[in-house]
């Protein structure tokens, strides 16, 4: 189902159809530029991860527009799994991991070495990629034990997380593509009149995919001078953006895309909900275990039990070393289960 506007009487107005709000991913094509993409508002999903693992403020929001990037990428493609995106660098956050669950699940972690982010801040070198520094960012695509991963390998060079996916996706898949990220706090009052603070993000991800059939007779290089200047022209409208608008409850994805882009009818389809949900579970992990041998468990034992605790929820699990097992039975399979 999708829904159009633009220019003329039969333009649905802004009013006359349904918004999706927070923590949902619009998709959109915009017809009269070759152009087609996502948008997304995050809301309590995004608010509800960075609460509970409480990291500094310049963590929290490196972590949430990886948590955009990471809903935008994984949205966008056609499978059945998970989409993981995992950065490894040399700078104070030196690990950033999130997945994305199809068809809504969302979750994320950061490592961080404190000291150095203490110094980070205290310099002021917090910005993005000052906190990464040098390194790779590692998109994964998981289908399964039975299916075949794929994966794509980008470096990080200095620059932000907005630049690098770009560069992914012209050295990978030779698709022009723009993408914006943006982070906020909401500053609010709970019902007993208190103030409050809250996460939110959002973005947008925009791909040019040519399907106009141009009329006979004209010629090759008129043709990709008319395609690129539709490009150019998504590029221009794109970067109006104020990361402000990306992030305000009351402008939201719908409205956004029409303010960018009703003057050459953009459509927009039914939207995907996104939610804080972690997939590790008690089983899962012990499957894990049972693939230990015997000295791997002795030295995972802390006062007669093995504790693990998941990085993604804070979740956290005993099991009686004696035990492990006793439920089901110890196969090869077994060994290759993942915690999450």
């Known amino acids: 189902m999708s829904e159009q506007f633009g220019k003329g009487e039969d333009a649905i107005r802004l009013g006359d159809f349904h918004f999706a709000g927070d923590d949902a991913v619009v998709p959109f094509e915009v017809q009269g530029l070759d152009a087609r993409g996502r948008s997304v508002q995050l ?32 949205t ?7 989409f993981i995106f995992q950065t490894s660098s040399d700078g104070p956050v030196n690990l950033l991991v999130c997945d994305f669950q199809t068809p809504s699940q969302i979750r994320g972690y950061a490592r961080f070495d404190e000291e150095r982010l203490k110094q980070a801040i205290s310099d002021g070198q917090t910005a993005p990629e000052q906190l990464l520094g040098q390194g ?21 060079d200095g620059s932000n997380l907005e630049e690098i996916a770009r560069n992914y996706f012209l050295q990978s898949e030779q698709i022009p593509t723009d993408i914006r990220l943006a982070v906020a706090t909401l500053f609010d009052r709970d019902e007993q009149g208190a103030p409050k603070q809250s996460w939110r993000a ?37 970067h109006t953006v104020e990361s402000a608008e990306m ?21 927009v389809f039914d939207a995907t909900p996104i939610i804080d949900r972690c997939s590790c579970s008690r089983e899962k992990i012990e499957n894990v275990l049972i693939g230990f041998n015997q000295d791997e468990l002795q030295e995972s034992i802390e006062d007669g039990e093995i504790t693990v605790s998941c990085e993604f929820c804070s979740s956290v699990y005993h099991f009686d070393p004696d035990k492990l097992g006793s439920s089901q039975n110890n196969d090869d399979d077994k060994k290759n289960n993942d915690i999450s």
């Open 43 to 74: 809301g309590a999903a995004v608010n509800s991860i960075l609460e509970r693992h409480n990291y500094p403020e310049p963590v929290s929001r490196l972590l949430a527009e990886a948590l955009v990037l990471t809903v935008l990428l994984g």
């Open 76 to 82: 966008s493609l056609k499978f059945d799994g998970k």
């Open 136 to 156: 790779t960012l590692a998109l994964t695509v998981d289908q399964g034990s039975h299916m075949q991963r794929y994966q794509g390998i980008v470096a990080l």
């Open 202 to 238: 959002g973005g947008m991800l925009t791909q040019f995919l040519p399907q106009s059939s141009f009329h006979e007779g004209e010629n090759e290089k008129q043709n990709q001078q008319i395609l690129d200047d539709h490009w150019r022209e998504v590029i221009a409208l794109t």
């Open 247 to 267: 992030t305000d409850p009351h402008i939201g994805a719908e409205r956004l895309l029409f303010r960018l882009f009703h003057e050459h009818g953009v459509r």
